[in-house]
């Protein structure tokens, strides 16, 4: 099947499945007439009272269509990527999303999340210019008001502060037949991609993209190495590929060797198994001799796995983070003299021990990085459309399946790449996940 047959839009599809009279709600995948919108929909939902494990704290429930506001638009979602921040709003920790939104007048009580998604323009707001009903979209997970002060002053919208992730600080994400989504968060969607793969790359794709191209002057340039940390995940899955787009040597860090196929087969030069080593985690006190040189023999080893890889005593000029307390230590000490560690994320926790001594005497840099603005997500999906960037999707479900992958996700045994569920879009060839993971377990 092309993937043009996949979309219920394509010719002979949409007709079918229009149904003569608007009903209050639909089924999943029974389409209202284009344009009309039901009074409810459902959608997978996290309370405070299922705040717990993933796999417990999703739970598909039948909720009020959201209301549409100046500037915004409503999308029929056809698919739904899943990402690491939704495994934090269903812990409730280290943000409790519901609490925070209702000190912010927000009383709701529920959250819907989901940070990206592809799907069908199904209704605009007042002042909405380009997005006509009807336009396949695909969905960029950052929002902001765009009348506020420093974005008028000029700043990166991704560093206003009324910056917000839609599907995890903000409510109403792609966890549903319906979303709203401001008018700058929608890209046309690439018509050679299933709603599915459009749904799965943005917002991995988008933040390592910035991550690694957003930060002069160091950004990836040809011969440059790059360190990756976990290279089979969603974001390194797509550093991998963006490393070698623009010339650099990506080296993947895995923890099981049944994710190096996948890692250099996106174009790794090498990978290093984590696993192999036992330095992680925060750094030992700096008068303890005999720890630190516990600690750094584990940090210099982990340095000439580089140098092996690489054949020659190069050190990355770029670490790409998101590990976090674990990793810090050791990315900043294998980090090139004047090079760069950016990281967006704290997987393995927040408090990251760092010594100064390698930020200083090697002139080193530290830059957080967060998402990316509506420029970064346009030329992703560009990449992706053209068939440059592997959208990397590894597994798709349905609705109902938001809660187990989550909880894959939490356990770090999901399928390497990224992974969606379909909403509204058709159910067709679907692999369970079982089955996905045993044909990623070697015999
Ligand atoms: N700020 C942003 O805009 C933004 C955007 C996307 C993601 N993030 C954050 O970035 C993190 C990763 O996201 P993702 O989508 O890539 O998740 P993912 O698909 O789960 O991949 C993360 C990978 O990190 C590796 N890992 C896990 N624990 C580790 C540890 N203690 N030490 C070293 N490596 C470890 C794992 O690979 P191995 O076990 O094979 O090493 C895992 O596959 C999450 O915390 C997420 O919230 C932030």
Request: a negative charge; proline letters at 7%; charged letters at 20%.
């Amino acid at each position: 099947m092309s993937p043009a047959d996949h979309s219920p839009f394509s010719e002979g599809g949409l007709l079918e499945r229009i149904p003569a009279m608007v009903k209050p709600c639909y089924e999943l995948g029974d389409i209202p007439p284009m344009g009309s919108v039901p009074e409810q929909m459902y959608a997978s939902v996290i309370r405070p009272e299922r705040y717990g494990p993933p796999v417990d704290a999703f739970e598909i429930e039948r909720l009020p269509v959201p209301e549409l506001g100046r500037g915004q638009i409503l999308v029929l979602v056809m698919a739904a990527g899943i990402n690491y921040n939704n495994v934090w709003s269903a812990l409730g920790s280290p943000l409790d999303v519901i609490a925070a939104r209702a000190k912010a007048g927000d009383l709701s009580g529920f959250h819907i999340g989901g940070s990206e998604g592809s799907g069908v323009v199904w209704a605009v707001g007042e002042g909405v210019r380009d997005v006509k009903v009807g336009s396949e979209v695909v969905l960029s997970g950052l929002q902001w008001d765009e009348t506020a002060a420093d974005i008028r002053l000029g700043a990166d919208p991704v560093l206003s502060t009324t910056q917000a992730v839609w599907g995890y600080e903000n409510n109403y994400g792609s966890f549903a037949q319906f979303t709203v989504v401001d008018e700058y968060q929608c890209h046309p969607k690439p018509a050679n991609l299933t709603w599915e793969e459009a749904a799965c790359f943005m917002l991995t794709g988008a933040t390592a993209y910035r991550q690694l191209l957003g930060w002069p002057p160091h950004t990836v340039r040809p011969g440059d190495p790059v360190l990756i940390w976990g290279g089979a995940g969603g974001l390194g899955s797509m550093a991998i590929q963006i490393v070698r787009l623009y010339g650099g040597i990506p080296i993947a860090v895995i923890s099981d060797e049944s994710r190096a196929e996948h890692c250099m087969r996106l174009g790794a030069e090498g990978v290093i198994n984590r696993k192999e080593f036992d330095h992680w985690g925060r750094l030992p006190d700096v008068l303890d001799d005999e720890a630190m040189a516990r600690w750094t023999h584990g940090a210099r080893t982990f340095g000439r796995r580089i140098w092996d890889i690489l054949g020659e005593r190069r050190s990355p000029r770029i670490v790409l983070e998101h590990s976090g307390q674990d990793t810090i230590p050791t990315s900043m000490y294998v980090c090139d003299s004047g090079g760069m560690v950016v990281i967006c994320g704290g997987t393995s926790g927040y408090n990251a021990d760092l010594d100064l001594r390698h930020l200083w005497m090697r002139q080193k840099r530290l830059q957080g990085s967060h998402y990316a603005n509506s420029r970064e997500c346009r030329e992703v999906t560009e990449l992706v459309g053209s068939g440059r960037l592997d959208p990397c999707l590894s597994w798709c479900g349905e609705l109902a399946d938001v809660g187990r992958a989550h909880q894959l996700m939490r356990d770090n045994v999901h399928p390497p790449g990224n992974m969606a569920v379909l909403v509204n879009a058709p159910h067709t060839g679907l692999r369970d996940l079982e089955s996905t993971l045993a044909a990623l377990t070697p015999a």
